[in-house]
């Protein structure tokens, strides 16, 4: 059974920083673009960050670049979020997603609240 399982998400004040996990499982993901996305309340959910599984470019949404990072560590077969420096906007549910190739996989999501 394939899966993407998130965590690490949580309730911080603005400025803080956490850390989110996607540990996938089931398949191998090398044709795969790993991602993160987010869904805030009452807005559609809209890309955050994003690199290949077998390494190389990664993007970012110009909201997040310069405070939040994208890794992975394929012995693990685990996607990273490190997410720093957090704004009250940053706060939406966070969703790990392997796109790119068929078919696509996502995860359940974890909470990230920042307080001001």
């Known amino acids: 059974q394939v899966q993407l399982v998130e965590s690490g998400g949580g309730l911080v004040q603005a400025g803080g920083s956490l850390r989110l996990s996607c540990a996938a499982s089931g398949r191998t993901f090398s044709s795969y673009v790993m991602g993160w996305y987010r869904q805030a309340p009452g807005k559609e959910r809209e890309f955050v960050a994003s690199e290949t599984w077998s390494g190389g470019n990664t993007y970012y949404v110009d909201s997040v670049k310069g405070r939040f990072t994208i890794s992975r560590d394929n012995a693990k077969n685990t996607v990273y979020l490190q997410m720093n420096s957090l704004k009250p906007e940053d706060t939406a549910v966070y969703y790990c997603?392997?796109?790119?190739?068929?078919?696509?996989?996502w995860g359940q999501g974890t909470q990230v609240t920042v307080s001001s």
């Open positions: 997603a392997a796109t790119g190739d068929y078919p696509e996989y």
